[in-house]
């Protein structure tokens, strides 16, 4: 690790122990008022109970279980149709003004109408989770697939390269960085979705949990919930970053 990723480290270690730190004095001397904004120590002993009693494992394994079946559908859908989108423009330009509008379209407006449609259970959860990943992904990807340089296109179409072969042997490998950049993306709104799912019909998971101490004003518990969900952002997003990295460190090898 060179000097600068150590003085980087530092101080991000330095900022989360300075932030503990002034909330953990704060709740104790009454400047924050602790029943309302909790504290780390309080945290610390939520999170304790929740392990001792099976019930943080229990709910962290319904959400990643969620966030891997959302995220996994998510990115095949998204990668299928982008192809199917580059490969057919009368397609891209018909699909085109639709993704713009579900894109911006709050899908959380969208939530009683998914639960009478799939049913007040994982399925619903999943159905949000899709609903906010897969149309962000659809249009990075393609977006990389039409950005393609054009140099390496008009080569292609000088050896008369048919637009499926361009596709697997030019258009994919050129576009391996975004594709990955698009998991970072989608994992991160699957996670999103999740939640959401979760605050609407869940009886299990982290959303469930937050939504559960909202309810009965334990705000310890609220608190814990975020703090877990942090944490597991942090984990998934480190684990695409380590793919793309690999990726990328392959690709500059290659070259």
């Known amino acids: 690790m060179s000097k600068y990723k150590c ?10 122990i300075a932030f503990l730190a002034i909330w953990e004095i704060g709740a104790r001397k009454g400047f924050i008022n602790s029943f309302i904004f909790s504290s780390p120590s309080n945290v610390l002993h939520t999170l304790i109970d929740l392990t001792e009693s099976g019930k943080l494992f229990a709910n962290v394994g319904v959400t990643l279980n969620e966030i891997l079946i959302s995220f996994s559908l998510g990115i095949a859908i998204a990668f299928v149709v982008a192809v199917l ?10 699909l085109d003004p ?3 509008m579900l894109n911006s379209l709050p899908k959380v407006a969208l939530g009683p109408i998914i639960i009478i449609w799939v049913g007040a259970n994982t399925n619903s959860i999943i159905t949000m989770a899709l609903l906010i990943n897969v149309i962000i992904s659809i249009i990075t990807i393609y977006n990389g697939f039409v950005h393609t340089d054009e140099l390496k296109l008009k080569l292609f179409k000088t050896f008369r390269a048919s637009r499926l072969e361009t596709l697997f042997k030019l258009v994919i490998p050129a576009n391996v960085s975004t594709i990955v950049s698009s998991l970072k993306i989608n994992i991160s709104l699957t996670l999103i979705g999740v939640i959401m799912g979760e605050f609407l019909v869940s009886k299990k998971g982290i959303g469930y949990l937050i939504l559960y101490g909202t ?10 919930g975020i703090v877990v969900l942090i944490f597991i952002s942090f984990i998934l997003y480190k684990i695409i970053d380590k793919v793309d990295r690999r990726f990328s460190t392959n690709r500059s090898s290659n070259l």
Do not use: E, H
């Open 215 to 224: 309810q009965v004003f334990n705000l310890n518990l609220v608190i814990t």
């Open 85 to 94: 989108m580059y490969l057919n423009r009368f397609l891209a330009d018909t």
């Open 98 to 100: 639709f993704l713009t």
């Open 7 to 16: 003085k980087v480290l530092l101080a991000q270690v330095f900022l989360v």
